[in-house]
């Protein structure tokens, strides 16, 4: 269970960061409404306190949060950008997922 609800929150915390980075995005590169920049500014600091909900030490966290980040990234890419992951993309999420449950969920860790 612990698994399944770390991985929810890091995926909610993925969610709210490329929310946060992709609408100063669409500002700069699509010429964007400036009014853009609160919603990311909302959405970024979520981010950061979503980070803090976890027990485990912060460099952790962060370490463990990027192989998240990277499955999430490119369902967006499918999702929003409609461009379908290849079989590299896929492999290299399972990796970095794997990566992610190494460093949260190996014995002793704190």
């Known amino acids: ?10 995926a909610l915390t993925a969610v709210a960061e490329i929310v ?3 609408l100063p995005w669409l500002w ?15 959405s970024l600091a ?9 027990p485990q030490a912060a460099g952790r966290i962060y370490a463990a ?7 999430v990234a490119l369902l967006w890419l499918w999702a929003v950008d409609g461009i379908r992951p290849s079989t590299w993309d896929y492999v290299g999420v399972g ?3 794997c990566g992610m449950a ?5 014995p002793g860790q704190r």
């Open 1 to 10: 269970m612990q698994f399944i609800q770390t991985l929810g929150l890091f």
């Open 20 to 22: 946060g980075c992709y």
């Open 28 to 42: 700069l590169k699509k010429n964007g409404s400036v009014w853009l920049l609160l919603p990311a500014a909302l």
């Open 46 to 54: 979520a981010f950061a306190w979503l980070l803090t909900l976890h």
């Open 65 to 71: 949060y990027g192989g998240v980040y990277i499955a």
């Open 95 to 97: 990796v970095a997922l």
């Open 102 to 106: 190494i460093i949260m969920f190996a």
